[in-house]
């Protein structure tokens, strides 16, 4: 018995370090020009538009966590509406073919889908969103939860250095038009992140909330890069909130004792988020 566990422990590592192996070099993502993605995507991206909306509006993009589509992703959707701005969920997962074991056992465990590669989502959505007469392609927000936190840094860092993710070949001219400002929730900032923190471009404003409680993506790691952002010149809005955990906004998360759900600190943070999503349209109005 002890051996078969130890067998099976060696196995998972070597996965874990092939596909870690892979994905740093580049040589297991896949590349695809930016039709190729906006393609990829195009059944797996829900556009909402606010009741009554009489003109373009400005539009959230939203980006779930590694375990893909959940609750909270509407429930935040329905406070933006009410707000009077679009709505764009992104099903990362999905356009993938991954369903909910292949994101829990494969995205959740680093064994596919980095946020540096799943970062050419958001050109790919930017582009999508440029063709729509409904929504205001310059007054574009991007919001992620944990793994989707990720994908927004990764690919902010990428725009500081003046592209998109690598993922994208030819690269797009301008991966971020539009984007006025940038939300995560208790995004994961350790091994595999690639962002340090130094590169962010400082033309859009990124705000954090972190939890004091989280073991999935520890605050502290956040914690270092937001603090060599500030030693760059570039300082980012985080708060870490005290007593909740990971995904504590998650009204229907998984059967996992690291995730308690707190509604108060949800709605909360539905309201924070409706405070920076006025900031930075109306700074554009």
Do not use: K
């Amino acid at each position: 018995m002890i051996r078969r566990a130890g067998l099976g422990l060696a196995i998972v590592l070597t996965g874990l370090a092939v596909s870690a192996s892979g994905n740093l070099t580049g040589w297991t993502v896949p590349t695809r020009s930016l039709d190729e993605q906006t393609a990829l995507l195009r059944d797996h991206v829900e556009i909402r538009l606010p009741t009554g909306a009489g003109g373009p509006v400005p539009a959230v993009i939203m980006l779930h966590g590694c375990g893909g589509l959940r609750q909270v992703q509407q429930a935040y959707a329905d406070d933006v509406l009410e707000a009077g701005y679009a709505v764009v969920i992104v099903d990362s997962n999905g356009a993938r073919g991954i369903g909910r074991l292949g994101s829990m056992m494969q995205v959740c465990l680093a064994l596919r889908l980095w946020g540096q590669e799943r970062a050419a989502d958001i050109p790919a959505v930017i582009d999508r969103l440029s063709a729509e007469p409904a929504i205001d392609g310059e007054q574009l927000a991007l919001i992620g939860w944990s793994h989707g936190g990720w994908t927004v840094l990764e690919a902010l860092d990428f725009a500081g250095e003046g592209r998109a993710s690598p993922a994208l070949q030819p690269q797009p001219d301008t991966p971020l038009h539009g984007v006025r400002v940038a939300i995560t929730m208790y995004p994961y900032c350790g091994f595999p992140v690639r962002a340090d923190g130094r590169g962010f471009p400082p033309s859009v404003p990124i705000h954090a909330i972190l939890a004091e409680r989280d073991v999935i993506a520890p605050a502290d790691a956040c914690e270092r890069l937001f603090r060599r952002a500030d030693a760059a010149g570039m300082p980012i809005d985080y708060t870490i909130w005290p007593g909740l955990t990971h995904a504590f906004d998650e009204p229907d998360g998984p059967p996992d004792p690291r995730i308690e759900y707190n509604a108060g600190a949800a709605q909360r943070a539905r309201a924070r988020i409706l405070v920076w999503l006025d900031g930075a349209f109306s700074d554009q109005g």
